[in-house]
């Protein structure tokens, strides 16, 4: 089943306790994505990523970071989280091509004490 | 950057009438538009899409329509049911990977 798979789903973590939300999708695609979703705000862009090694900011990428070594696996890295990242985060993916909507996968609430 | 507003915050409609949601951007670049539901705990869904050489896409009882001079593209659903009830995204893509959404609008279907 093509799918983006998220991991933990829920996450409670105190400040400053660096962690990692993992992404991986099976469908071979060359564009994934990280977006926090808060009450109000919609879904807010945080990094992207073109291909493997090839990453770029979003619109709120301050406390955040990325990598891509993997054209399958996106993690995004919280080295000091603060309240203000408590937020629900969903990972998606999509191929190449004109347009094309993103899959999105389950999304990890994330809750910082 | 790109920026997409979104009207209005919550849509209330009883089982049978018609809804429509209505976004504008600002990036006359953007060319292609994704629309998302998403329901309650579920991650979004896209539902409907268009590109921006064309003006109006139809899926059963869900279209959209583009008018790329003033910029807004609208989503309407047509004899709504309560399954309908969720949050619904519209998204403007510049073809940058940059998907921008809007804040989102909560339809509720009355029975």
């Known amino acids: 089943e093509a799918q983006v798979t998220q991991n933990p789903r829920y996450l409670i973590t105190v400040t400053g306790k660096k962690l990692t939300v993992t992404c991986s999708q099976n469908m071979n695609h060359e564009y994934m994505s990280w977006y926090r979703q808060d009450p109000g705000l919609g879904l807010r862009q945080i990094y992207y990523?073109?291909?493997?090694?090839?990453?770029d900011k979003g619109d709120v990428p301050e406390g955040y970071k990325v990598s891509r070594k993997e054209k399958r696996n996106f993690p995004l890295i919280l080295e000091s989280p603060s309240p203000n990242q408590t937020s629900l985060y969903f990972c998606?993916?999509?191929?190449?091509?004109?347009?094309?909507?993103?899959?999105f996968g389950s999304g990890t609430r994330l809750t910082v004490v | 950057g790109e920026n997409v507003e979104q009207h209005p915050s919550t849509l209330s409609v009883q089982e049978g009438d018609s809804a429509v949601i209505k976004c504008t951007y600002s990036?006359?670049?953007?060319?292609?538009f994704p629309w998302y539901k998403q329901e309650l705990g579920k991650r979004p869904q896209l539902i409907i899409d268009?590109?921006?050489?064309?003006g109006e896409k139809k899926d059963q009882r869900i279209a959209v329509t583009l008018n790329k001079t003033a910029k807004h593209f609208s989503l309407h659903i047509t004899e709504t049911q309560p399954e309908d009830s969720a949050v619904y995204f519209c998204?403007?893509?510049?073809?940058?990977?940059?998907?921008?959404f809007g804040t989102g609008t909560r339809l509720l279907v009355s029975p």
């Open positions: 268009i590109r921006s050489n064309v």
């Open positions: 998204a403007a893509d510049t073809g940058f990977q940059k998907l921008v």
């Open positions: 990523s073109m291909n493997v090694e090839v990453t």
């Open positions: 998606a993916s999509r191929g190449q091509g004109l347009g094309g909507g993103y899959t």
């Open positions: 990036d006359s670049a953007s060319n292609y």
